[in-house]
């Protein structure tokens, strides 16, 4: 019998498409989740797909992060945390262009409202969503973790670089507390099942959704942005990763500081696949999963994105154990089973 108030773990943002993917994955490997999300991008649905997975109803509570009192209220309840996985943040680096105040205000302070409750209740191990976004406009690739870190494109990925400075130095300040960043690359795909997967707002612009969006007739086709780069043929390059490749990492980062594994009490890791594909291969990777030809048409370059960004993984290899399963096809397969399956009327 597994002992389950040693395995007691806070998601934030559990309700979001990270984070919900990441409870699966931890309830298959035994741990107890509980979550915090007030659903400003997502929804109570979520609660009854993940049910519908594993067979476990996850409690959230719909507190905001901000709200230093509500969070507290959440770990005076759960006095048994053994740690904590905080995903939730406001994640469209467009609109933290737009809107720069609200995406330092809620990522920076929910953060520390986190990191002063893991504190003050004593829960020793700690894992930051990061990006891959806090390389900026880097030209050296692979990017490893010691690449240097450019100027932020966007306000959204500063909050990202602010987090892991503010995680560096609390880390510093506090030798029992233990915490990993993982800077995910390109996030995609769909739980296996096809009954949890993205719920992008209509206006989403990932590539990914775009796609199975057009295939389910949702949008008329895919415009490529830019096939005129200096790359293999001629669109951008970026490291596709499957979202339950991305969960399992989290428990195995959990599990590596729980077992105190860790030589340092703050560590960084990339998780990509890492290897690129471009926007052109990503489409004839949908075409070969689904069995249908895609809409698409060679449109202008989308301002503020980089030529090409590809992970170096071998640290997550190496030091975690963790290795990705799952490839650009698998991705395309899943997020379009469940973009089928969501699109059926109940
Ligand atoms: P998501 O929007 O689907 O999930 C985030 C969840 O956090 C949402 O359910 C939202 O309601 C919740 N949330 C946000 N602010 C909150 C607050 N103040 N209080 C309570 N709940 C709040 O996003 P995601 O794609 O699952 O991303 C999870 C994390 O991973 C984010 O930190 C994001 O920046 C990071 N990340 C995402 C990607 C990506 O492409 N999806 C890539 C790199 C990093
Ligand atoms: C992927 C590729 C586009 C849509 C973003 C964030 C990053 C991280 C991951 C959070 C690019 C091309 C896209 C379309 C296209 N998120 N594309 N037509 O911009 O690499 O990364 O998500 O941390 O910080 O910036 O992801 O999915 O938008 O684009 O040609 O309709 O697909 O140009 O090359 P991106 P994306």
Redesign the pocket.
Known sequence: MKNRKKNKILVTGGTGYIGSHTIVDLIDNGFDVISIDNYMNSSPDVLDNIEAVTGVRVKNYNADLVNYSATKGVFEDNKDLIGVIHFAAL?A?GESVEKPWEYFYNNINGLLHILKCCKDFKVPNFIFSS???VYGNTQQLPVTEDTPLQDAE?P??RT?QIGEEIIHDFAKAHPQFNAIALR?????GAHESAKMGESPTSNA????P?ITGVAIGKREK?????ADYDTRDG????DYIHVMDLANAHTKAMQYVMKKQNKKNYEIFNLGLGQGAT?LE?IKAFEKASGQKLRYEI?PR?EG??VA?YANTERATQVLGWQPKRNIEDIMRTAWAWEQARSIPA
């Open positions: 994640k680096v990006s891959c976004s966007s959204y990925a990202k995910y690359f390109n996030p995609a612009s990932n590539l990914v775009v895919v415009t490529v942005f830019g669109s951008c390059v970026r926007v990503a449109g989308r994105d980089v960004i």
